[in-house]
């Protein structure tokens, strides 16, 4: 008997979206569909950007295990963006009945379900949670402290970490003539966002089975 594979579904909304201004809020959206397709392009997969119901939007990994790198790509970009706005992010595991026709209005599975039901629940202090398949306590924790450490990040820290996560520039050197800084800002950068630190927990989550309960 086949087994139906495994996604990840991205929900998030944008915080306080009334109050920065349509204008803000269009950009905070050219950047998430932006990333959409830089990451995508990275990891070679389709994550069909959706915006929906005014601040809010939606991707899918066929890549489970990913879901902390893209949360924490999706956070880079609107913080390096400086558009005042942040976005809060439900991370859901699960199967999936359809991806939808053209994009996710119409995608549906319990994949979708969870990240959307867990956004709804989320407490209003909170940016991230996870739920679903083979997410257990230490997925969890994972998560808790992820938000706890990239919530902080500053704009230019943000701007390192996206472009690391990204992969498309993979020395230093390189990301600095990107930025037109130093090689030593690079570093410092780097280490004032403690990416290093989430070496281990992305590396967990990439290889996680997700099939297996916790």
Aim: glycine share 10%; hydrophobic share 45%; net charge neutral.
């Amino acid at each position: 008997m086949d087994h139906a594979p495994i996604h990840t579904v991205l929900t998030g909304d944008l915080i306080k979206s009334r109050k920065a201004g349509t204008a803000a809020v269009d950009q905070a959206f050219d950047i998430l569909s932006d990333a959409a397709t830089a990451f995508g392009t990275a990891w070679d997969l389709n994550l069909r950007f959706t915006r929906h119901r005014g601040d809010g939007w939606q991707v899918v990994l066929t890549k489970p295990g990913l879901l902390l790198d893209a949360a924490l790509y999706f956070i880079a970009r609107l913080r390096a963006g400086q558009t005042g706005i942040a976005t809060r992010l439900s991370i859901g595991v699960g199967t999936v009945e359809t991806l939808g026709r053209r994009d996710l209005s119409d995608a549906t599975g319990p994949a979708f379900f969870v990240s959307g039901d867990h956004l709804t629940q989320m407490a209003r202090n909170r940016m991230l949670t996870v739920a679903g398949l083979g997410i257990g306590t230490a997925q969890v924790a994972i998560i808790d402290l992820a938000e706890c450490i990239a919530t902080g990040w500053t704009a230019t820290q943000a701007e390192v970490v996206a472009l690391q996560l990204e992969g498309r520039l993979r020395r230093h050197e390189d990301i600095a003539d990107e930025l037109g800084v130093t090689r030593q800002a690079i570093q410092s950068r780097l280490a004032g966002a403690g990416l290093s630190y989430f070496d281990n927990a992305l590396y967990a989550l990439r290889n996680h089975d997700f099939a297996v309960s916790n």
